[in-house]
C-alpha cells in the first residue's frame, strides 16, 4: 500500500526553529514536495527533493533520505504568519505523475 | 492568467442534484489534477489530464463522478446525484508537464445538504 506519516499537530513559539517530519511508504518514487496550505486557502509550493540531502531556500528548508522513506521541514525564525498546515506529498512514477499526499501538520505559532 | 483558477468558490446543492464544478489552469500548462479534501483529510487524488485526456481516472470514488477537458485547457468535474458523503473541497491544479511541480486553485467548497 502507500501511506505517508506526518504529525497531527505542533506549536512552536515566534523566533523559534521548528522540524516537521514525514515519513512514506509508496509503489513508486519521482520527488518529494512541501506545500503550505493557510485555512481555507490552496496549497501553495515551498520545496522539492528528488536527491538525497538538504534543499535550502530562504527560512525553510527540506531534506530527504530515499533509503529511510524519509523528509522533514525545516522553518527557522518563525513568524505569526508561519501558522498553517504543511502538506508532505510523494509524486509517484506510474506515469501520472499523481501526488500522493499526507493528512498535513497543523503548525501554530504563538507569540 | 496568473494562477490556476475555479468555480465556483462555493457550492451549496441538496442531496440528489447534479453539480459542475470549472477548473481553469495556468496557460500553456498541459497536465492538470483534480484532488479533494474532506475535513482533517488528507488531499485524495482524482483524475489526471494530459491535455484532453485522461490517463488516470483511478481515484473517481463512484461512477457519478465524471471530468472532462476540452481544448487543452478549462476542465469540469460533474457529480452526479451528489451525496452528503460528496462535501468536501474540490481542488484542480496544473503543471507545465506531468514531471513538473503542480501549482494549486483556490478550490470549490461543495456542501450537500
Known amino acids: 500500500g502507500q501511506n505517508i506519516d506526518q504529525p497531527t499537530e505542533m506549536t512552536a513559539t515566534e523566533g523559534a526553529i521548528v522540524q516537521i517530519n514525514c515519513t512514506y511508504q509508496?509503489?513508486?518514487?519521482?520527488?518529494l514536495f512541501w506545500y503550505q496550505q493557510h485555512a481555507g486557502e490552496a496549497p501553495t509550493f515551498l520545496s522539492y527533493?528528488?536527491?538525497?540531502g538538504l534543499e535550502e531556500k530562504g527560512r525553510f528548508s527540506s531534506f530527504l533520505s530515499r533509503s529511510k522513506g524519509y523528509s522533514y521541514l525545516l522553518l527557522k525564525e518563525l513568524q505569526m504568519k508561519d501558522s498553517a498546515s504543511y502538506l508532505c506529498?510523494?509524486?509517484?512514477?506510474?506515469?501520472?505523475?499523481?501526488?500522493?499526499f499526507g493528512t498535513g501538520t497543523r503548525l501554530k505559532v504563538l507569540a | 492568467g496568473a494562477g490556476v483558477s475555479q468555480s465556483p468558490s462555493n457550492k451549496v446543492t441538496e442531496k440528489g442534484k447534479d453539480v459542475e464544478l470549472r477548473c481553469d489552469p495556468i496557460?500553456?500548462?498541459?497536465?492538470l489534477y483534480w484532488y479533494r479534501q474532506s475535513l482533517g483529510q488528507g488531499l485524495e487524488f482524482l483524475i489526471y489530464?494530459?491535455?484532453?485526456?485522461?490517463?488516470?481516472k483511478s481515484g473517481l470514488p463512484s461512477d457519478r463522478f465524471s471530468a472532462e477537458r476540452t481544448g487543452g485547457s478549462v476542465s469540469t468535474l460533474t457529480i452526479q446525484r451528489t451525496q452528503q458523503e460528496d462535501s468536501a473541497v474540490y481542488l484542480c491544479?496544473?503543471?507545465?508537464?506531468?514531471?513538473?511541480?503542480?501549482?494549486f486553485g483556490p478550490g470549490t467548497r461543495l456542501l450537500v445538504l
Open positions: 509508496t509503489s513508486g518514487f519521482n520527488g
Open positions: 506529498a510523494v509524486r509517484g512514477t506510474s506515469g501520472t505523475y499523481k501526488y500522493i
Open positions: 489530464f494530459q491535455g484532453n485526456s485522461a490517463p488516470d
Open positions: 491544479a496544473s503543471s507545465r508537464s506531468g514531471r513538473e511541480t503542480q501549482y
Open positions: 496557460s500553456g500548462h498541459t497536465a
Open positions: 527533493n528528488v536527491l538525497d
